[in-house]
């Protein structure tokens, strides 16, 4: 059968030059059939290619090559900017506050990391045993805190974390004789920000593994309890291995989200919080460039992340690479 | 083959859905009628506010000015932080202003950061000299809105600071406040009424409502102490004993056997409930916060007091300062004349005066109408005393202010000496105020260095020095 495309070649008005039959594949099947480039006009690609690439260049391209410039400059706003050389970021990596909000960035980074997704899976496990009743009531009940932004959350976990007449220290107060005037938001900043997204992203991500371990094979399953593997064997030589791909998406997007962590202790805190607990570098990013107006140091502090983190993407790589190997 | 006409005209039906076709006539559209309808701009002024009690006293003066006076002015109220945006992006960006801005102190100090000629709002300084009203206005309320000798606003306030307390507990508790002197006098007057109430084991009551955490409060009394974060050539001034004294005693009433203080925050739910119940005895209480316990604590009416600051030393400063509002005209104003002429009607009025004090307790700054008999009129939400009386002898005292755009980066830095000052305390178990003060001193000298460090990398700073 003659592939459609020689028809579609054959009807645009092109001179017709000797030009060799090329192979051209249409999903698993190459089909010969007689496609002559030369009947093809040779701008055509890149006109489809266009409205992408002005779109790209206008939008991501000239932006980059915008904020590269801008972190050589001091900036009092869009009229006011002085050149300034690599000044940004010799003082940025001087800068004990920003070295402050990248530690506090991948401390909560880690806290979603090995807190939150451990309990995801082990929520997603629960959830798929078989003969669970009531499987979708409670998938609901652990999902429903991801369907309000991270604002709402802050604010009520901003009363929750109160001294005194907060929900928490009250109820462990007269539970356990708690100590009512525990600072949660004042010296414990990171575990109550950890313990806030915890609450709102645990059934989040508990949905993408169930997801994952309803797709593992139960003939696999089935198979090693026949060889004798325990309950605990199987997870690691079964079930980890075949959600492998998916508990890497949701590890990345984890990582990805935590780095990228403003709203939570912007509203809960109001801004770092006491000694700059809360502070991140977006955060630092924001307060550099539009309180305090200086976009040349926000943009310093954008590169500076964006190298920090394309090197722990090339490292973390290189490391997957060498394990495959 | 050549395709048809009407072969081509199927296929580009076919590209969208009937569907599709409808949402892209849609938005078309609509952005046409988005494009092409004019927006209705009101004739005259435009005024922006961010205080809600402020409208409410502003909004007959408006109507007497547009009965009387043209252009006529418009007077919004937008949220705090939409008019910082807003304002900012006009200076910055040329984007639409209004033509009179009333700003609080520390949005203000953001329009200051830039060159002196890049400062959004007009020069005001020849025309309050040569008006007479410079010699009208209490000086020190001028401060916040000076930045380089220039200054950019009229003053809407003083904000002297008093002390506030639980009389019902203190007097049932015999103690005698008019013996009470400096904060040491206070401290040991006030010590009894720290109680366990409900036998767990931890007070429920303290002697006053501060904290580590409460920035504000210390700044305040920083200033009492005489200290202060710039100078007049605002060029930072953290590292002083005046400030050390102060974190010290802070740390010594936070923490430790000594301690009097704790914290119920201000502007929540849960510190006005603490507040009720007397969980702290006193406040620090500048004149405007008198307004907002009035609205937000009904239930003390009758039970509080105010008194004078207690000094830090014999024969010192018994006030302070507290935040501040100011009211600008900026550049991009088509009407500079009668914006000017609107705004001295409404600050310089002895109608503003006067209504300003009924509604919010808030001082005016323009000294001849200080011996105002509205000010003398007691008040049953204190007692029975005459707030405004009070806070007006205090008024010349109010220590002096400055506009510094690097204001909020030195409290940020005086904060953070604190909490490093505390962690000191409690690892040494060290809470007395003479022994913190070497590394109090220690820690404000890192804060200055810090700020200083900042200020030496603006560039527009230095082109104004030159």
């Given at each position: 059968m003659k592939a459609p495309l020689a028809t579609t070649a054959s009807t645009l008005a092109a001179p017709a030059l000797p030009t060799p039959a090329v192979p051209v594949s249409f999903g698993d099947h190459a089909v010969h059939g007689s496609v002559r480039l030369g009947d093809r006009n040779p701008r055509a690609p890149y006109f489809f290619l266009a409205p992408f690439l002005v779109i790209f260049a206008l939008f991501t391209v000239y932006p980059l090559i915008q904020s590269i410039v801008l972190s050589t400059q001091q900036t009092y706003g869009p009229r006011s900017a002085r050149f300034v050389g690599a000044s940004n970021f010799i003082t940025l990596l001087h800068d004990a506050l920003f070295w402050k909000a990248v530690r506090n960035t991948v401390v909560f980074t880690c806290g979603s990391v090995f807190l939150q997704l451990p309990l995801s899976l082990g929520l997603a496990m629960l959830l798929n045993r078989p003969g669970l009743r009531g499987r979708t009531t409670f998938r609901l009940i652990f999902f429903s805190p991801s369907l309000v932004g991270l604002a709402f959350v802050a604010m009520i976990f901003g009363l929750i974390f109160e001294k005194r007449t907060g929900l928490l220290n009250v109820g462990l107060h007269?539970?356990?004789?708690?100590?009512?005037?525990?600072?949660?938001?004042?010296?414990?900043?990171?575990?109550?920000?950890?313990?806030?997204?915890?609450?709102?992203?645990?059934?989040?991500?508990?949905?993408?593994?169930?997801?994952?371990?309803?797709?593992?094979?139960?003939?696999?399953?089935?198979?090693?309890?026949?060889?004798?593997?325990?309950?605990?064997?199987?997870?690691?030589?079964?079930?980890?291995?075949?959600?492998?791909?998916?508990?890497?998406?949701?590890?990345?997007?984890?990582?990805?989200?935590?780095?990228?962590?403003?709203?939570?202790?912007?509203?809960?805190?109001?801004?770092?919080?006491?000694?700059?607990?809360?502070?991140?570098?977006?955060?630092?990013?924001?307060?550099?460039?539009?309180?305090?107006?200086?976009?040349?140091?926000?943009?310093?502090?954008?590169?500076?992340?964006?190298?920090?983190?394309?090197?722990f993407a090339v490292v973390q790589r290189l490391l997957a690479k060498a394990e495959e190997a | 083959m050549r395709r048809s006409k009407r072969d081509s005209r199927r296929r580009a039906c076919g590209f969208l859905s009937f569907g599709g076709w409808s949402i892209v006539f849609l938005a078309c559209v609509t952005t046409v009628i988005v494009v092409v309808w004019p927006i209705p701009r009101r004739p005259g002024l435009t005024m922006?506010?961010?205080?809600?009690?402020?409208?409410?006293?502003?909004?007959?003066?408006?109507?007497?000015?547009?009965?009387?006076?043209?252009?006529?002015?418009?007077?919004?109220?937008?949220?705090?932080?939409?008019?910082?945006?807003?304002?900012?992006?006009?200076?910055?960006?040329?984007?639409?202003?209004?033509?009179?801005?009333?700003?609080?102190?520390?949005?203000?100090?953001?329009?200051?950061?830039?060159?002196?000629?890049?400062?959004?709002?007009?020069?005001?300084?020849?025309?309050?000299?040569?008006?007479?009203?410079?010699?009208e206005l209490n000086t020190p309320s001028l401060g916040p809105w000076t930045s380089r000798g220039h200054v950019f606003g009229l003053p809407h306030d003083v904000h002297p600071v008093m002390l506030c307390y639980r009389a019902d507990i203190v007097e049932a508790a015999g103690i005698d406040v008019s013996k009470i002197e400096t904060?040491?006098?206070?401290?040991?007057?006030?010590?009894?009424?720290?109680?366990?109430?409900?036998?767990?084991?931890?007070?429920?009551?303290?002697?006053?409502?501060?904290?580590?955490?409460?920035?504000?409060?210390?700044?305040?009394?920083?200033?009492?102490?005489?200290?202060?974060?710039?100078?007049?050539?605002?060029?930072?001034?953290?590292?002083?004993?005046?400030?050390?004294?102060?974190?010290?005693?802070?740390?010594?009433?936070?923490?430790?056997?000594?301690?009097?203080?704790?914290?119920?925050?201000?502007?929540?739910?849960?510190?006005?409930q603490l507040r009720i119940d007397g969980y702290v005895v006193s406040s620090i209480m500048p004149d405007w916060l008198c307004g907002v316990w009035k609205q937000d604590l009904p239930q003390l009416k009758g039970k509080l007091k105010l008194m004078p600051l207690p000094a830090w030393d014999r024969g010192g400063r018994h006030t302070s300062v507290w935040g501040g509002t100011m009211l600008g005209i900026p550049k991009s104003s088509k009407n500079f004349d009668a914006a000017w002429a609107f705004a001295k009607n409404l600050y310089l009025s002895e109608d503003l005066a006067r209504d300003l004090y009924a509604t919010t307790n808030i001082v005016t700054p323009v000294k001849k109408f200080w011996p105002k008999a509205f000010y003398d009129v007691p008040d049953p939400y204190f007692s029975g005393q005459a707030p405004g009386r009070r806070y007006l002898r205090l008024a010349p005292d109010v220590p002096r202010r400055t506009s510094s755009p690097f204001n909020p980066l030195a409290k940020a830095r005086v904060q953070d000496a604190l909490l490093?000052?505390?962690?000191?305390?409690?690892?040494?178990?060290?809470?007395?105020?003479?022994?913190?003060h070497a590394e109090a001193r220690r820690q404000l000298k890192i804060a200055e260095d810090l700020v200083r460090e900042q200020i030496d990398r603006n560039v527009f700073l230095k082109e104004t020095a030159k």
């Open positions: 007269r539970i356990v004789g708690f100590n009512p005037d525990f600072p949660w938001l004042q010296e414990y900043v990171m575990p109550a920000m950890i313990l806030a997204a915890l609450w709102m992203y645990v059934g989040f991500n508990m949905v993408y593994f169930l997801a994952a371990l309803q797709n593992v094979s139960r003939d696999l399953q089935e198979a090693a309890e026949v060889d004798g593997a325990g309950a605990w064997h199987r997870f690691m030589h079964v079930t980890i291995p075949a959600i492998r791909p998916v508990a890497t998406f949701v590890v990345l997007l984890s990582i990805i989200g935590s780095f990228q962590l403003f709203e939570l202790p912007y509203v809960l805190l109001g801004g770092g919080g006491p000694d700059n607990q809360g502070l991140t570098v977006v955060m630092y990013l924001y307060q550099n460039g539009f309180e305090t107006g200086d976009l040349g140091y926000a943009s310093a502090i954008g590169w500076l992340l964006a190298i920090l983190l394309g090197t | 922006w506010t961010a205080a809600r009690n402020h409208t409410l006293i502003y909004d007959p003066m408006v109507q007497k000015w547009n009965a009387h006076q043209t252009p006529r002015v418009n007077l919004y109220l937008i949220s705090q932080d939409a008019l910082a945006r807003r304002m900012m992006s006009g200076f910055l960006s040329d984007t639409p202003m209004a033509d009179v801005i009333e700003v609080e102190k520390q949005v203000a100090g953001r329009a200051f950061a830039g060159p002196i000629d890049d400062v959004g709002f007009v020069d005001l300084t020849d025309k309050l000299r040569s008006s007479g009203i410079y010699g904060w040491d006098d206070f401290a040991e007057a006030f010590r009894p009424l720290i109680k366990d109430l409900d036998g767990d084991g931890r007070p429920d009551r303290y002697a006053l409502n501060l904290w580590h955490t409460s920035t504000d409060q210390i700044e305040t009394l920083m200033l009492q102490a005489g200290g202060n974060f710039f100078d007049e050539n605002e060029r930072p001034t953290i590292d002083t004993d005046a400030n050390a004294r102060v974190l010290s005693t802070v740390v010594s009433w936070v923490e430790g056997p000594r301690r009097i203080a704790a914290d119920a925050p201000e502007f929540t739910a849960s510190g006005n490093e000052l505390r962690r000191y305390a409690l690892e040494h178990s060290a809470f007395d105020p003479v022994r913190l």
